[in-house]
């Protein structure tokens, strides 16, 4: 069972998501995005950029004594950031009230 939560716990990390959701938005909606660079830097820093956070933080000071716990300034760090939320929210409102 611990096997289990682990592997829920990586699948629904929120960069994985976040990439989920550009991806099905960029086969969707293809006009959403200008050109292939665009959906490049936005997959980039979304997705690949927080998703190399978590093997660093055994190497930043700051996360070394934690051993592997989080904690909730990390979990709600994704959704702390106001300009983020409402560029996530502008692009699932694309996808939802497309006609």
């Known amino acids: 069972m611990d096997k289990f939560?682990?592997?829920?716990?990586i699948l629904t990390l929120a960069p994985l998501l976040a990439g989920f959701a550009i991806v099905c938005i960029a086969l969707c909606c293809p006009d959403t995005f200008l050109s292939v660079w665009q959906f490049v830097y936005t997959f980039f820093f979304l997705c690949v950029l927080p998703l190399l956070a978590y093997p660093l933080q055994k190497y930043?000071?700051?996360f070394e004594d934690a051993e592997s716990a989080t904690t909730s300034a990390q979990r709600n760090q994704f959704f702390d950031d106001d300009?983020?939320?409402s560029?996530?929210?502008s692009m699932f409102t694309s996808v939802i009230w497309r006609e």
């Open 83 to 85: 300009q983020l939320r």
């Open 60 to 62: 930043i000071p700051h």
């Open 5 to 9: 939560y682990k592997f829920v716990r």
């Open 87 to 89: 560029q996530i929210d």
